[in-house]
């Protein structure tokens, strides 16, 4: 479980959240939603410890990562995965070696040890086949697994995916999706996901939080967002034709 309590961010004079507060929980997918500028991703920062809130606490299961020293974040870091926006795999390193990479900066195991958690990832995602071959040799989608593989090599505690579904078709957004989500219950991890995609929206949603001007505006699930009464919600996600068409028809 991740907690935040109070987080305040100002860049000069200007003020990117405000005072907010809420609980991502274990085995959930807790998404992050809200329009360009509204200061999802640097909650995000935030919550990772990539950047220093001007106040409040983010709780990993009851440590205050912000309180943490060098030594205690690395210790920490090494508890979470992280899925980039583009991937960001290894063009000079095959699939498999994307996937051990983690394993070779942080694991202490031995390497038949690593090979075997590297490939068990694979599996995972359906990928075993590819292990040889050079990411830009891969699909977009086929890319997003691989990342998501790595990012649970070192079976973490915490996933942060940013954008994972940003330049895929919507065929294989749903896949990397529902991925994600069984990825969450199979192994109780804690997941945030940064997103502007409203099918994860309304398909994966299990816990949701819209920002508005760097406010928390809304709280709540995907059986409840779409019967929202709160109009700065509606306004950003009825803006989508189809979202509209499912309310309608609600």
């Not at 004079?13 to 929980?25: A, D, H, K, P, Y």
């Not at 990562?65 to 995965?81: A, P, Q, T, V, Y």
């Not at 079976?155 to 330049?167: A, I």
């Not at 299990?206 to 967002?225: R, S, Y």
Request: with cysteine; net charge negative; charged share 25%.
């Amino acid at each position: 479980m991740i907690e935040i309590k109070n987080i305040s961010k100002n860049f000069g004079s200007q003020r990117v959240l405000n005072n907010l507060s809420t609980v991502f929980e274990n085995g959930k997918t807790n998404l992050i939603i809200g329009q360009s500028g509204a200061g999802k991703t640097v909650l995000l920062k935030c919550i990772v410890g990539l950047l220093q809130p001007e106040k409040g606490e983010v709780l990993y299961d009851g440590r205050n990562i912000l309180s943490f020293g060098k030594k205690e974040r690395l210790m920490i870091r090494r508890e979470m995965g992280m899925l980039f926006q583009n991937a960001a795999l290894f063009d000079s390193m095959s699939v498999l070696e994307n996937v051990m990479f983690p394993l070779e900066m942080f694991s202490d195991k031995s390497y038949s040890e690593k090979l075997a958690r590297a490939r068990f990832c694979l599996e995972r995602v359906n990928l075993i086949d590819a292990q040889n071959k050079s990411p830009e040799e891969l699909s977009g989608g086929m890319q997003k697994r691989a990342a998501i593989a790595r990012a649970i090599a070192l079976e973490p505690k915490y996933l942060f995916c940013d954008e994972p579904n940003s330049g895929l078709d919507p065929k294989t957004s749903l896949i990397i999706d529902e991925l994600i989500h069984d990825i969450t219950t199979e192994y109780n991890i804690t997941t945030i996901v940064n997103t502007h995609d409203m099918n994860s929206v309304v398909g994966i949603g299990d816990h949701i939080i819209f920002l508005a001007n760097g406010n928390l505006e809304w709280e709540g699930n995907k059986d409840e967002v779409l019967s929202s009464k709160n109009k700065l919600l509606n306004d950003f996600l009825f803006s989508s034709d189809l979202l509209r068409k499912v309310k309608e028809m609600a």
